[in-house]
């Protein structure tokens, strides 16, 4: 690499032929006649050989400039391809974000409304994903859920997760509204699958026998298990973090207070070469936005 042209020459050289005057490229390049004329010769110098014919009022290349103007025409055009995209990249206003579907519905669809109003011009993409199933390369900002005791390094939880009981306003137990932890006995318990840890948390607050999961519904969704809680078919237990709207709107109620910590919880990872403005910007909003949401 150390045997290389300097590459003021070798644009120089280049427009010196692509016009076939010295004066012509030296407008293109906005510089001197002579600065032109002084790369030129500089290279000439360099490779040993001379690269033009020198007129008195045009020049005309040599048959070693000839031969050398298509490799350094090429060289420069990739040298400009690559620069380009490298701006273009650097100026996009795009954030690529991956996210469990069950909280991209129901907690990041409003950060990215309000991020929205503020910056409009950032085009945001989301992938929704089930079990972590979004390579994280494809992300600038890729959001799961981790076991407190597996959170990869590098990874950031985004706010201590709490589990809520819920249930369909007027649900009973063997006809009698559910108002007493004890009747989760015989209640219809919704389990979501690879979460039935959810409901030993519940059974070890409140002091209880272990319970009977065979009976009542299984899902390995979210939000389908709190769907099926809206239809009455049973009681949920379920991240805090999803259930708001529901609540919001009187869909589900929680018949018992709680403050039940998750052994699961919501983390991200971001990218961590070369982050956009754009990024750099919805990093700052979603950790913001994050932060909000600790009990």
């Known amino acids: 690499m150390k045997n290389l042209p300097h590459l003021t020459f070798l644009r120089s050289f280049e427009a010196a032929a692509r016009h076939l005057s010295f004066t012509s490229a030296s407008d293109e390049l906005n510089c001197t006649q002579s600065a032109v004329s002084n790369h030129v010769r500089s290279l000439e110098e360099f490779i040993g050989r001379p690269l033009f014919v020198r007129l008195p009022r045009s020049l005309s290349l040599t048959e070693v400039g000839e031969a050398y103007l298509p490799s350094v025409r090429h060289a420069l055009q990739e040298i400009d391809i690559a620069t380009s995209s490298i701006l273009t990249q650097n100026r996009k206003r795009e954030v690529v974000v991956s996210s469990p579907t069950s909280l991209a519905g129901l907690w990041l669809a409003k950060v990215l409304r309000e991020f929205h109003a503020v910056h409009p011009g950032v085009q945001v993409t989301v992938h929704g994903t089930v079990w972590n199933d979004v390579e994280g390369d494809i992300s600038d900002a890729s959001i799961t859920i981790n076991h407190q005791d597996e959170?990869?390094?590098?990874?950031?939880?985004?706010?201590?997760?709490?589990?809520?009981?819920?249930?369909?306003?007027?649900?009973?137990?063997?006809?009698?509204?559910?108002?007493?932890?004890?009747?989760?006995?015989?209640?219809?318990?919704?389990?979501?699958?690879?979460?039935?840890?959810?409901?030993?948390?519940?059974?070890?607050?409140?002091?209880?026998?272990?319970?009977?999961?065979?009976?009542?519904?299984?899902?390995?969704?979210?939000?389908?298990?709190?769907?099926?809680?809206?239809?009455?078919?049973?009681?949920?237990v379920v991240p805090r973090s999803l259930v708001g709207p529901y609540v919001e709107r009187g869909m589900?109620?929680?018949?018992?207070?709680?403050?039940?910590?998750?052994?699961?919880?919501?983390?991200?990872?971001?990218?961590?070469?070369?982050?956009?403005?754009?990024?750099?910007?919805?990093?700052?909003?979603?950790?913001?936005?994050a932060a909000q949401m600790q009990p």
Do not use: H
């Open 151 to 236: 959170i990869p390094d590098g990874t950031i939880p985004l706010w201590r997760e709490k589990l809520a009981i819920i249930c369909a306003p007027g649900y009973q137990v063997n006809g009698a509204d559910l108002i007493d932890p004890a009747q989760l006995a015989q209640a219809d318990l919704l389990c979501i699958l690879g979460r039935l840890a959810y409901w030993e948390k519940v059974a070890a607050y409140f002091d209880l026998p272990p319970l009977d999961l065979s009976g009542g519904f299984q899902t390995d969704v979210s939000t389908l298990t709190i769907e099926l809680a809206v239809q009455g078919l049973g009681c949920a």
């Open 252 to 289: 589900v109620v929680e018949p018992f207070e709680t403050d039940i910590d998750s052994p699961w919880v919501y983390c991200v990872r971001f990218k961590t070469r070369s982050p956009t403005p754009s990024v750099k910007v919805f990093k700052t909003w979603l950790m913001e936005a």
